[in-house]
């Protein structure tokens, strides 16, 4: 490879590199096998959270996680699915991983579905907030 050709490539890597280890940046991917979409990011504190989303015999099946790496941590959640309020509650973290997950079947509705999870710790005001449009 002449310089020339060099100094682009690495820089794009670079790029791509600082990209995708940027702190607050949701990430997406997209499961080809069950049409699936996950989303990831950091709570506005030092937990992070994930979203899945995927379509599941006329339904929708929502998993909403958070992994604050400490056991005992109160936090009050809810799933929202197109504005209306489909779940809510409250879970404790848990495991050597500290961290809860929580799962509900919501309908699939005609045309674009957005499901929003958000999650706050009891005690620090914390949150956390994921949406997909699926």
Do not use: Y
Not at 24 to 46: E, K, L, W
Not at 60 to 79: C, F, H, K, M, Y
Not at 113 to 127: P, W, Y
């Amino acid at each position: 490879m002449t310089p020339k050709l060099i100094r682009p490539a690495v820089a794009g890597l670079v790029l791509a590199a600082a990209a995708a280890t940027v702190p607050g940046v949701p990430a997406v991917a997209r499961h080809g096998n069950d049409d699936g979409v996950v989303r990831t990011g950091s709570c506005s504190g030092i937990a992070n959270w994930k979203l899945k989303v995927k379509a599941d015999d006329g339904r929708l099946e929502v998993e909403g996680e958070v992994d604050s790496t400490r056991s005992g941590q109160t936090w009050r959640w809810a799933i929202q699915h197109n504005d209306s309020l489909s779940a809510h509650g409250v879970r404790q973290t848990a495991g050597r991983s500290g961290s809860f997950s929580v799962e509900r079947r919501v309908v699939n509705l005609r045309g674009t579905d957005r499901v929003v999870f958000r999650a706050v710790r009891a005690n620090t005001g914390e949150v956390c907030r994921g949406v997909i449009r699926f």
